[in-house]
């Protein structure tokens, strides 16, 4: 007696399945698509994801603390300083010790990391009209802020990526 017998489909059973439909699954479609994208994008200039969001938030506010840092990503500090050394190591980011209390740091973006910020902007706005080139102008711009009140409505923290809460503990 043979093993071989092949399952027999269901015709009505495809038919029956849930298919995803809807902007929420779509969303997570497309942002699964774009920060698979990105990543590949900034990959190419040595950096990942986590490193560019980091470095952005530095680079805006010189000077702050790794506490302050951690308390904007929602992490706990230690998750940032695993994060801050790893941009230090590839010469993107400098610690300081704070002049007014001496047991603390101060994080500044180097003068490389200036320049990866440099091209991380060039490779941002590629990325942004390539995954929105079936948008015009006008349609980019809705969209932009119809996300936006979203984004706001969910309680979701203005520029920082809910992901740095997933990250492993010591990034490579």
């Known amino acids: ?18 298919s995803p439909r809807g902007g929420a699954f779509l969303l997570a479609q497309l942002g699964a698509h774009a920060a698979g994208r990105f990543g590949e994008r900034v990959g190419e200039i040595g950096l990942a994801p986590p490193d560019v969001g980091l470095l952005r938030m530095i680079a805006t506010q ?4 790794q506490r302050s840092l951690a308390a904007d ?9 695993a994060l801050i050394d790893s941009l230090e190591k590839k010469g993107f980011v400098e610690r300081r ?15 490389g990391g200036r320049r990866a910020l440099g091209q991380v902007r ?4 590629l990325h942004e009209d390539d995954l929105f080139a079936a948008l015009d102008e006008e349609d980019r711009a809705r969209l932009t802020e119809l ?15 809910p992901g740095y809460r997933r ?5 490579g």
Not at 6 to 17: F, K, L, M, N, R
Not at 73 to 81: A, T
């Open 73 to 81: 990503l929602g992490v706990v500090p230690s998750r940032v300083v």
């Open 97 to 111: 010790r704070s002049a007014d209390d001496r047991r603390h740091h101060e994080l500044y973006v180097s003068e």
């Open 167 to 171: 990250l492993p503990k010591h990034p």
């Open 62 to 65: 010189p000077g702050r603390s």
């Open 1 to 18: 007696m043979s093993s071989d017998r092949q399952p027999v489909e269901d015709p009505g059973a495809a038919a029956s399945a849930p």
């Open 122 to 125: 060039e490779v941002a706005a």
């Open 147 to 161: 996300l936006g009140r979203v984004a706001e409505q969910q309680g979701l923290t203005p520029g920082v990526h």
